[in-house]
């Protein structure tokens, strides 16, 4: 899996990595016997959603674990959850960045947990056999519902409970597979009695959604909170007092084949994803239009790896 090139030596990353090939990680969920024992299998495959905020982290994992000496393969861009994660439950992909809540959902449909902790614990007894999260991300990117702010000050919302208030239909938009997914229109309607028709809009809170909720074809739409055209557009994100909509960090998905000296590579990446990290590293994206390579390349660079 892993070259026999000599080692970048990259700060921070590396002193983790090459620390952990001298001992035996103690962590109960790591998996593999390190990048040196003579298991040429191949690349590690990582994967991500067809979402430029989740091509970002996953490239960052990617030059990450090149520098140290990984041979990587990159699958980017490969479709939404329902597409994506039987790929990885068949051992397709071996490293993902996925988001606590949600994945916790598809795995685990009417748990309880709401709280990151609770999420993060929850999705350790939850993820299939061979397969662990590794380290959490401080960084979020959070489901929610947003409305623009003509039609939260038209309606006095703050909360998605204040959608009971409004008299006129609501229509929710989002991509297609939200219709079914426990935040759209049912779980709507069941955490808080509000009905809503469903419009979709396959740009994952995108511009057309954004200017959907302009022209009025939509009242709300679901957005995620860490893209920058939040605040470009003064789109209010109505707080969740039910807690419809999980915590949601940034949290690796790893194989059997993702070792401890790698699984180490990618816990020091996630301890210094912030949520405002991740935001800058969208906003690039979308202001900028870099691509992946690009903002993953100068993040590594400007966080001494």
């Not at 990353?13 to 969920?29: F, K, Q």
């Not at 067809?50 to 994992?61: C, F, L």
């Not at 068949?90 to 988001?99: R, V």
Request: with cysteine; proline share 7%.
């Amino acid at each position: 899996m892993k070259l026999r090139s000599p080692l970048v030596p990259i700060a921070g990353i590396a002193v983790a990595a090459l620390a952990l090939a001298g001992c035996a990680s103690a962590d109960p969920l790591a998996g593999g016997e390190g990048a040196d024992d003579g298991d040429d299998g191949g690349a590690i495959v990582i994967g991500s959603q067809d979402y430029y905020s989740n091509e970002i982290v996953a490239e960052i994992y990617a030059q990450a674990l090149e520098a140290v000496g990984y041979e990587v393969q990159r699958d980017f861009r490969i479709g939404q959850r329902e597409v994506y994660l039987p790929e990885i439950e068949a051992g397709s992909i071996d490293l993902f960045p996925e988001y606590s809540g949600p994945v916790l959902q598809y795995w685990e449909p009417d748990t309880e947990a709401r709280l990151p902790d609770d999420v993060y614990h929850s999705l350790v007894g939850a993820m299939p056999e061979g397969l662990r999260p590794l380290d959490q991300a401080p960084a979020t990117d959070q489901d929610a519902y947003a409305v623009t702010r003509a039609f939260a000050e038209e309606w006095n919302l703050t909360t998605i409970a204040d959608l009971a208030n409004v008299t006129v239909p609501l229509t929710l938009g989002a991509n297609s597979e939200a219709e079914s997914r426990p935040n759209g229109p049912q779980g709507l309607a069941s955490a808080y009695g509000v009905e809503a028709g469903f419009a979709p809009i396959e740009d994952g809170g995108g511009p057309l959604t954004v200017k959907a909720l302009e022209d009025g074809d939509i009242q709300l739409a679901i957005v995620y909170t860490s893209d920058p055209s939040i605040a470009e557009n003064d789109l209010v994100v109505l707080e969740d007092p039910e807690g419809l909509f999980l915590a949601s960090h940034i949290v690796p998905l790893a194989s059997e084949r993702v070792d401890d000296e790698a699984a180490e590579v990618i816990n020091a990446l996630s301890a210094q994803l912030t949520a405002d990290e991740l935001i800058a590293l969208n906003a690039r994206s979308v202001n900028e239009e870099l691509p992946a390579a690009t903002i993953a390349t100068d993040w590594l660079a400007e966080h001494g790896a």
